[in-house]
Every structure is written in structure tokens, then in C-alpha cells.
């Protein structure tokens, strides 16, 4: 299931579906970081909201222990079977679209209660577009990925239309 956001011409964004990758959610104790990093080929990073990458993945720390971990399609890393932690496949959970243009911010917060000018190019965060739980990663200055899932897919979409919409007609 996809959920298509057309384009609107004036709106000074574009919004476009990004091809499916690997995605995991990685839960470590503390202690296993250092493992688990050199098991995966990246450094995890060790700060809430920042990104790493490495080995062809990226790695999103979202909590104390836990990180969003992302990678090609068909990529299946693994954990020493001895390390304290889980690696859960969340591929097919989420949908996620590229925002980009001079707007894209103006654009998000429609249904983002945060300040966005606060998250740094190449930092993410967890939050909610709307009542959808989602995970928001300022790419560049003006470009965005938000993922949701997929249950959410249509009613984010649709917002995004409507908000593109609103933009066009100078609203």
C-alpha cells in the first residue's frame, strides 16, 4: 500500500515516496554499544537524535538504548548471539517520504507541534505528524525524510496534500 501525494505547482515543496529499504529497531544495554557497532560496521552514535553511517547503513539513536537502524533492501545484519539486545525487522512497518524545497519546513509543521528549526541537518527525532507516531530526520537545510506507519499512510498523506494545497494558493 502507498499513499501518493500529487504535486502542487507554487507550493515550494516536493514530496516524494522513498523506495523501501531495511529498517531494524535496535534495543542494546550500555555495554554492548561497542559490540554491537563493530557486528553491524558502523559506530552506533551515543546521543539522542544524532545519525551515523557506515558499511552502507545509517544508525538513528531515538532513546537510551534504542536506535533506528537502516540499511539497502535485503539487508539482514545480525547481533552475536551473546550480546544483551534485540534486532527487530520494522521494514514493512513504515512508509516513508522525501519533503524538500525552500517550504518543506512550513510544510511539516502542519502536523508537527515541535520547533523543526531545532533539529540540525543530519539529526532525527521521534515525533507525531498529526496523531501519527513518526520518525523525522532533517536530511539537509531544507530537505526532510518522515516515515510513519503504514496503518497512518493515507490520513498523513492526505494532510500533506492538503497542506501543499494551502501552500499553492498562498494560504
Known amino acids: ?19 523501501a529499504g531495511a529498517r531494524f529497531s535496535l534495543r542494546l544495554r550500555a555495554e554492548a554499544i561497542g559490540a554491537a557497532g563493530a557486528a553491524l560496521g558502523l559506530e552506533l552514535p551515543q546521543k539522542i537524535g544524532r545519525i551515523t553511517a557506515g558499511s552502507g547503513r545509517r544508525a538513528l539513536m531515538l532513546g537510551p538504548d534504542e536506535w533506528l537502524l537502516e540499511g539497502p533492501a535485503g539487508d539482514r545484519p545480525a547481533l552475536p ?17 522525501r519533503i524538500e524545497g525552500p ?10 507541534a515541535r520547533d523543526l528549526r531545532r533539529i540540525a541537518p543530519g539529526c532525527g527525532c521521534r515525533t ?3 496523531s501519527a507516531q513518526a520518525v523525522l530526520v532533517r536530511e539537509a537545510e531544507d530537505a526532510f525524510t518522515l516515515s510513519v506507519w503504514r496503518s497512518f499512510a493515507p490520513h498523513v498523506a492526505e494532510l500533506l496534500a492538503i497542506g501543499q494545497r494551502e501552500l499553492a494558493a498562498g494560504l
Do not use: C, N, Y
Open 103 to 112: 517550504r518543506a519546513m512550513e510544510l511539516l509543521s502542519i502536523g508537527i
Open 81 to 97: 548471539a551473546d550480546l544483551p539486545g534485540a534486532l527487530v525487522d520494522i521494514s514493512d512497518r513504515e512508509i516513508a517520504w
Open 128 to 130: 507525531a505528524f498529526d
Open 1 to 19: 500500500m502507498t499513499a501518493q501525494i500529487h504535486a502542487f505547482p507554487g507550493a515550494g515543496t516536493s514530496v516524494s515516496e522513498q523506495p
